[in-house]
């Protein structure tokens, strides 16, 4: 037994120097190939900005989600993702905590992998518009609405816009915290952020993402891996005659909960090295 576990060990180890191999070995390929895609991206945005029907839908999410898989790559970075398939073909409500500006990378890949699931669309703060132009780009093309924080007209209007992505068949994508925690601890959910699924009659899921801290810059660096995991898990769907009843505080303060529950247990899979998600049959 102590033969056929050194050798598995050996195997293993092998495999993982083959495959940075070959990471390496096509990281200036991909590298040129994400330049352009940026290039490409911005074009786009500027030709769908001046006239909607100038690009379909499923091309414009091709775009943003190829470049993001190229980021991923260059990066060294996986994303594992469990649960996403039980979530219904129709708009939902998505919500999620919040670690790093490059969570949407990653909800990115994993909604767009999903073979059926509903276009989507994410709520943004207001200053990522005065951002980095080609980041803006990408968001624009996948329809992001902006919102700025505080400003109670606005945050009006940015709801008639969530209605209206809605209708058109599109499912929401926020992150309810409002702002980036640097800790394990949750900061407190906006129960505002609810309110097009009580208003729609939408399922809300959850989602718990473990894994993304510090992978930006200006970011707190606790995760000093460097080939580094992304774990995404559909927690449950809720459906609207579960909570329409309810207060949006209620609901919110109980989703929290259960998100940050499946973050600590996926936190304390991870160092014990166990095996997070099953294996797909």
Request: glycine share 4%.
């Amino acid at each position: 037994m102590r033969m056929l576990y050194k050798f598995s060990t050996c195997i293993i180890g092998n495999m993982k120097i083959v495959k940075g191999f070959f990471h390496y070995l096509g990281l200036p390929f991909v590298c040129l190939a994400f330049l352009f895609g940026l290039l490409s991206v911005k074009k786009a945005a500027k030709k769908y900005l001046r006239d909607k029907n100038s690009i379909l839908t499923v091309d414009r999410y091709k775009k943003v989600y190829k470049l993001c898989k190229k980021y991923l790559f260059i990066k060294h970075i996986k994303v594992d993702s469990h649960g996403f398939n039980n979530i219904p073909k129709k708009p939902v409500l998505y919500i999620c905590n919040h670690k790093s500006a490059l969570d949407p990378v990653f909800f990115i890949k994993t909604l767009f992998e999903q073979q059926g699931l509903s276009y989507f669309c994410f709520i943004a703060k207001n200053e990522l518009k005065n951002g980095n132009k080609f980041i803006k780009a990408a968001m624009d093309l996948i329809d992001t609405i902006y919102i700025e924080r505080g400003n109670l007209r606005q945050e009006f209007e940015v709801f008639q816009q969530q209605l209206s992505a809605v209708q058109d068949g599109k499912s929401i994508v926020i992150f309810p915290e409002g702002t980036r925690s640097f800790v394990d601890k949750f900061n407190p959910f906006k129960a505002a952020s609810l309110k097009v699924a009580f208003k729609s009659y939408i399922p809300i899921v959850s989602v718990s993402m473990y894994g993304s801290s510090g992978l930006s810059k200006h970011e707190d660096k606790t995760n000093k891996d460097k080939h580094k995991h992304i774990y995404l898990k559909a927690i449950e769907v809720l459906n609207p005659s579960s909570f329409i009843t309810s207060k949006e505080e209620y609901i919110c303060e109980q989703l929290q909960t259960k998100i940050q529950h499946q973050y600590d247990a996926i936190k304390k899979l991870v160092e014990l090295k166990k095996q997070v998600f099953p294996k797909e049959e």
